[in-house]
């Protein structure tokens, strides 16, 4: 038996409303999380659904959006049944300030159109073209053909790539497979056993995800030996500066807020990894001009024995 969800929209009765309403047949919600499911990056623990995906945002931009509008959305829910949502939008404009309009004849609604189809396509279609010595776009705002300098030192690197939501997984894979070799992980815990395994160059992890989060993660990639220097990326929906240096205090390398651009990304990753290359040929430098150090004052010691030894 197939659940199903149902989505009208109507007139309300006094015909001062548009209500939209959404009603599923899914695992509900409980009681005493219902009054939260609006709250900024909260999302219902102990949930059997078909997986753990999801940030705590979309409900809470909903209603922010529905409130720009002058309207306001009611939930009802049944654990175990299924859950119904209810927008309330005003008709008409009057109720809307005066600055919040824009008139229909002045070509802006088309270029806001226009700019939300590209965004959409950024996320939903094929990643951007990239080369790797030259760019061709000198305008770094510029449409989705536009090109990144990546230079070749660190192409063919290894990425992890640690996402419990399928659809943001496969996205970051595709803009990285240009460049770099790709592992993915769905949950922390598979993606700590595939990092001591695999040891990967980089690992980009998202922060929540069952069982073992980001910060689990990072934790457990940080306390290891065979994995301590391999440098991490937190990825998040929560942009605040609070946020960003909860993360980096934590011990992540970079702190990258959703959504990004694959541009973004690609450039965050070849910085991360060209330091992490050059960090490394320094340490094994380092430890050739010990080593070269520890045999001259062998030597030096030696002959300084042996010259005594003679008189």
């Known amino acids: 038996m197939y659940g199903h969800i149902n989505v009208s929209c109507n ?22 999380e219902v009054h939260r499911i609006f709250e900024n ?41 299924g859950t119904t949502f209810v927008v309330y939008v005003p008709v008409g404009n009057s109720h809307l300030p005066p600055e919040q309009l824009v008139d229909s004849d002045s070509g802006e609604i088309g270029q806001y159109g226009q700019s939300i189809v590209e965004e959409a396509e950024r996320w939903g279609g094929q990643p951007p073209e990239y080369v790797s010595e030259t760019t061709s776009s000198s305008d770094s705002g510029a449409a989705l053909n536009a090109t990144i300098v990546v230079a070749p030192s660190t192409r063919g690197c290894t990425i992890l790539v640690a996402d419990d939501n399928e659809d943001m997984r496969q996205f970051v894979k595709g ?16 993606a700590w056993e595939t990092a001591l395994d695999q040891h990967p160059d980089l690992i980009l992890s998202d922060i929540m995800m069952p069982g073992l989060d980001g910060y689990a993660l990072l934790k ?16 998040s929906a929560n942009a605040g500066d609070k946020a960003r240096i909860e993360g980096l205090v934590a011990g992540a390398d970079d702190y990258l807020a959703k959504p990004f651009s694959p541009k973004e990304l690609i450039a965050r990753v070849h910085t991360l990894l060209d330091h992490s290359r050059m960090r490394i040929a320094l340490e094994k430098r380092v430890k050739e001009v010990a080593k070269d150090l520890r045999d001259s004052e062998e030597r030096f010691r030696y002959s300084t024995l042996f010259g005594v030894c003679l008189q």
């Open 11 to 32: 007139l309300s009765s006094d015909r001062r409303h548009m209500l939209f309403t959404v009603q599923d047949t899914g695992i509900g919600i409980p009681a005493h």
């Open 41 to 81: 990056f909260h999302r219902a623990h102990n949930q059997k659904g078909r997986s753990f995906e999801g940030t705590g945002m979309g409900l809470a931009l909903t209603q922010q959006l529905v409130n720009l509008h002058g309207g306001h959305m009611k939930v009802e829910s049944t654990f175990g049944q």
């Open 175 to 190: 803009v990285l497979l240009q460049f770099y070799e790709v592992l993915e992980a769905s949950d922390g815990q598979v």
């Open 220 to 235: 457990a990639v940080r306390s290891s030996p065979k994995t301590r220097s391999i440098p991490f990326v937190l990825l």
